[in-house]
């Protein structure tokens, strides 16, 4: 990268916001995916001017752009995949306004998911959206990823919950898009910004809604001798129309990499859990705890335990979001899809997920958001072998070719990113893919903004072959 | 009709059948926006035929406006040209529905009617519970972006729509989103859709998230001396825990539109007289659930009201229920039929901002003695008509007036307002979409991504894109 570059960045930001050099970028060529790709320098804006002049610096030397907030993404989303400057939002991270008559705070996007809802728990509100990474992740890239997490199964995802955005265009232009009021004359700008992983811009600002927490909260373990039992009792409670907040299964497997490391009370002896949660007035998730447990004994749940308080409560949710790190002590690498399919399809998706482990001799883990249907299933292999790699891609696009055959999706809420461009035309045709392109060229037209994520850089996928064009219906008139 | 006219429509019927295209005056004036009618009806059966009227609109250089029952067709600015009218109502299949996943894949002609019944069959419903509910389509619906009580609870069709085919300004079929519940690939362009008045694309198919009918249902309903005693039962209700399924604020004057004979045909049932009559601001709120919840709201409700002041307060259920939430869902309707020269301001404020908003509408509507009406969502979403006695010069100038100082007092408080509603030929001083916003400029790179001729409704969105 050139010096001048380097040097403009240093006088825009102080030296200790630049780092250059080859054993200061280690670090951020990795984020939560198992790609790998290596940024020319990273920088730390501290408000939106910084983020301004950052742009105008690359638009002078033509180098790309990247945002980043904690680099805890599992789709490469936040990674330099051609080189060039990686702004990581980190020093931009504060809580500007909470608003807890009108239940909406605006914070820079360097904000750490947990910490909002910490910083208006006192209110008796928070901030939905709840991905697992949640600790760390911070809210500038749940808005660019459109995180979810295992409570958005009834609160929604981020884009749910963002009512304006300030952000600076790949141009340099500095936008304010929607605003805190509803119903914004014109089009729907947050609408399409939030959840384009960082290709239309870098968000500076978020105005995001505050949600009323609830008066009860009945946490419930299902235990099943049987992955069948557990996958038809989701099928039943979401056909029963009983919505409850998170409905997360784990398989035996899962399990037991999970008690090995956390020690949250999961039966190593089982073939399947469900983890389930209701919520609301006291007297309706009493109720409807009552009933989500009848539907599981209905399916042969072996026993349904009850969370006592919030102590064990807490266990349990430490089991379910500490799982990939337990996962991760097992094995030198592995891989997480996520996949989704309708909620009606999950017993024979399970099963030929099984068959598909068989068949290329992995051992495939399930820990999902089951009551969406978002799919997680992990597959362990050694990435220093070069055909182990190879056949654990090729396990994956099975697995992702078998959701899209049952009407599904490539990706639930992990994102597309550098992981799973080429797996786009599976869902989309080349028409709709170049009308997504456009819109992309109206806002990043150099394309210096995040390049090479999203779309496939060639046509075509090789190894699954599925009809394009399923997704909306067309393969089941 | 013209030689270029009668080639336009016998092109047309090439495409459609000539069954199939309308070109008769009484025809066309069904069909008219802002008194301009087309010069022909199209009536296709299938996105591929609309990809072909689409790709001959652009070489003829003709423009297009999608429309569905014609309910909302008075939205926006008057056209400045409109050639064909895409009459959507044929493209009315149920593509498919997957109870079991609560998720429904529908053409965009169907009436929520229609659908509605098909959904009730299956114990689920769509929770759009917009106006002319008995025959407004649903593309209309999503396209015009008129949202209903529901979203107190459900949000609007933002919150549950899945995804979207639809043709572009290229004559281009695309898609976006999927038909599960839960999916991040690609771009959410469907979302730039919802309430784009057909100007960045012809929306054929959408696919929807469904939802389990509610359990059993009741309305709180109470009476308030004052707006700011029915906004503090509001602000109070949303701090609790209670979680109500609707939730709004009526001015005095909507009892009167409710009695009205147009009422009565959409609800027969009669309103227990001591909340539906006389002079008050009237706050009601939906909610559902077991035994046990309902108990619980009313008992809640009762003492949150008391402790706001209310003067009178009832419990409704059964007919009744359907009757109000019926009434509140057609306000508009009502409200348009309700005066010569009716002009309805949709104001968005922060809900504490309500009263506020509200208070500085009436008094400019008051001290130039128009008559108004309103509606206030919880969400801070409000309904304000004005409804002049005659549709002459002076009411035109007295509603351009209040309309105008409405908008400025909206904006002081970092809310905004546009003008869905009034008479044609007040369109030229009215600022039917409100005040210049600064996003504008990233709203026309839309329009060029999705129809870089200016085919679709030209000239009658934001900023006349």
Known sequence: MDSHAINDLKKLLGADAVLYRPEELLLYEYDGSVEIARPNCVVFPRNTKDVVGIVQIANRYQIPIIGRGAGTGLSGGALARQGGILVVFSRMNRILEIDVENQRAVVQPGVVNADLSVAVAHNDLHFAPDPSSQKASTIGGNVSENSGGPHTLAYGVTTNHVHSLEAVLPTGELVRLGSPALDSPGYDLPGLFVGSEGTLALITEITVKLTRLPETVKTLLAIFDTVDDATETVVDITARGITPAACEMLDG????AVEAYVHAGFPVDCAAVLLLEVDGLREAAEQHAEDVADVCRLHHAREVRVARDARERDLLWKGRKNAFGAVGRLSPTYYVQDGVIPRTKLPQTLRRINEIGEKYGFEIGNIFHAGDGNLHPIILFDAREEKQ???????????IGFCI????????????GMEKD????????????NLMRRVRDGYNPTGLLNPGKIFPSTKGCGEIHVRPGSVAGASRA | MSTAGATVSSRLADIVGPLNVGTDPAQLAAFAIDDKNPSSVVRPQ????????????????LAIVATGARTKLGIGLPPRQYDIALDMTRLERLVSYDPGDLTLSVEAGISLHKLGAILTEHGQFLPLAAPYWDRTTIGGTVASGVDGPLRQLYGTARDYLLGMEFVTGEGVLAKSGGRVVKNVTGYDIHKVMIGALGTLGVITRINFKTFPMLSSSRAFVATFQTLERACGMRNRVSQSHLAPVTMEIFSPGVTNLFASDAARRIAPTSMPENIFSGSRWIFTSGFAGNQNALERYEND??????????VDAAVLQGPQLASAFALKR?????????????TILKISVLPRQIAEALTAATREAESRHLPWVAIARGVGVIYFAMLPAESGETSKQLTHQAADNILSACAALGGHVTIPWCPTGWKDTLKVWGLPRADFAQMLKLKKAFDPHGLFSPGRFVGGI
């Not at chain 1, 497997?253 to 037991?256: E, L, N």
């Not at chain 2, 409700?301 to 209310?310: N, S, T, Y």
């Not at chain 2, 057609?330 to 009716?342: K, T």
């Open chain 1, 405 to 416: 055959e049952m009407g599904g999706s490539i990706t639930g809420e992990h994102g597309v």
């Open chain 2, 46 to 61: 299938s996105a591929a035929e609309i990809v072909e009227i689409v790709k001959f609109a652009r070489k003829e250089r």
């Open chain 2, 330 to 342: 057609e306000f508009i309707p009502l409200a348009l039929s309700s005066s010569p020269a009716v």
């Open chain 2, 301 to 310: 409700l009762r003492k949150m009201a008391e402790e706001c002041g209310a």
């Open chain 1, 422 to 433: 080429r797996l786009m035309p599976l869902l989309f045709t080349e028409d709709d893919m």
């Open chain 1, 389 to 399: 790699f190879q056949r654990a891609v090729a396990s994956a696009d099975e697995i």
């Open chain 1, 253 to 256: 497997w899962t399990i037991r």
